[in-house]
């Protein structure tokens, strides 16, 4: 497996050097590049350093995780982030997703679950606490007709073949079952999808039921 260069974002000495000897001890396959104690040095950081993994956490003073994230995201879309943290909250985790970080965890995680964290995002998938796994998905499960026909009224420049798309991927449905619903082939489905995202200008399906669920379409 190639290095995985990872930059440390955290105001808590300890806790960075915490992590330092867990990742080392851990793996041979991950390598520290640099640390930052605040938001905008994380971000500054960033950019000289080009890390492949920022481990962030979400308080961070000056400007927060959440800020940096995004600010990070626009300048380097291929850092990916994970956001930590030490108390679960559900509106900072799907604002974390929203600004494109492809993780969100707890700062007691397990070492051997922060390695498999750092694998999983720098292999474009999603690692987040199965607390906000469950959250999203309760959330999703208490769609009713009212908010579908809200949502699809919703004016955000996509059509209604594609608001009815993006409802079945916030069910959690997937390309072969949205296919067979409105029977179009897989292709279709793909091509709506990347248009969704164009649109809502959203790098991932997460990220796109994230900003569904901020902004209010569906609770």
């Not at 991950?30 to 350093?49: K, P, S, W």
């Not at 961070?60 to 679960?88: F, H």
């Not at 498999?116 to 959330?139: D, K, M, W």
Request: aromatic fraction near 4%; charged fraction near 25%.
């Amino acid at each position: 497996m190639p290095i995985i260069k990872v930059l440390l974002a955290d105001d808590w000495g300890l806790f960075l050097e915490g992590v330092k000897s867990v990742l080392r001890q851990a793996t041979g396959d991950i390598e520290i590049v640099g640390e930052a104690t605040n938001g905008e040095e994380a971000v500054q950081l960033t950019r000289r350093l080009d890390p492949a993994v920022v481990l962030m956490d979400q308080d961070l003073p000056k400007v927060d995780g959440i800020e940096a994230t995004r600010a990070i995201k626009q300048a380097m879309p291929a850092v990916e982030i994970i956001i930590m943290t030490e108390r679960l909250d559900d509106t900072k985790a799907l604002a974390a997703i929203e600004a494109g970080a492809a993780g969100y965890i707890l700062k007691d995680i397990p070492a051997a679950s922060l390695v498999r964290a750092l694998n999983s995002v720098r292999q474009g998938q999603a690692f987040f606490h199965p607390e906000i796994t469950r959250t999203l998905i309760e959330r999703l499960g208490r769609l009713g007709r009212d908010q579908r026909t809200r949502f699809r009224s919703t004016p955000e420049g996509l059509t209604a073949r594609e608001l009815e798309v993006l409802v079945e991927l916030t069910n959690g449905s997937t390309d072969r079952q949205i296919a067979s619903k409105f029977k179009v082939s897989e292709g279709t489905v793909k091509t709506h999808i990347r248009n969704i995202l164009h649109k809502l200008n959203c790098r991932n399906r997460t990220q796109a039921v994230a900003y569904a669920l901020r902004k209010g379409f569906i609770k």
